[in-house]
C-alpha cells in the first residue's frame, strides 16, 4: 500500500505550505498550522501534523495542535502512523 499527496493537495496554500523565511523550522510549522487552521476554517484539534522531527512535533503540540510523529518505524510513513492520525481525526469535531 502507498501513501501519497494529491497535487491538489500540495498546490492548495489552505492546506499545504513550506517552511517560512525568518522563522526557524519548529516556529515555521508552528505558523503554518495557524494559517492552515485560518484558511480551511478547521478547529485547531482538527488540524494535524505529521512530522519526522520530534523538535517540530514537540512545538506544534505544545502550540495546541495534534501531531503524530511519522518515520518511526523505518519508512516515511507507517501505516501505525496514518491510523493513530486518522483516529485523531476522528474525534476531533467534539472540540
Known sequence: MAIGVLRSVVDNPAT?????????????????????????????GC???????????DAVNKAGFPTVRAGTQGCLLSMDEVWNGLQTLATCGGQ
Do not use: H, W
Not at 517560512?20 to 480551511?40: A, E
Open 47 to 57: 488540524v494535524l501534523l505529521f512530522d519526522d522531527e520530534k523538535g517540530n512535533v
Open 16 to 44: 499545504y505550505r513550506s517552511m517560512l523565511s525568518g522563522f526557524d523550522k519548529p516556529g515555521s510549522k508552528v505558523q503554518n498550522m495557524f494559517d492552515i487552521m485560518g484558511y480551511t476554517g478547521a478547529k485547531q
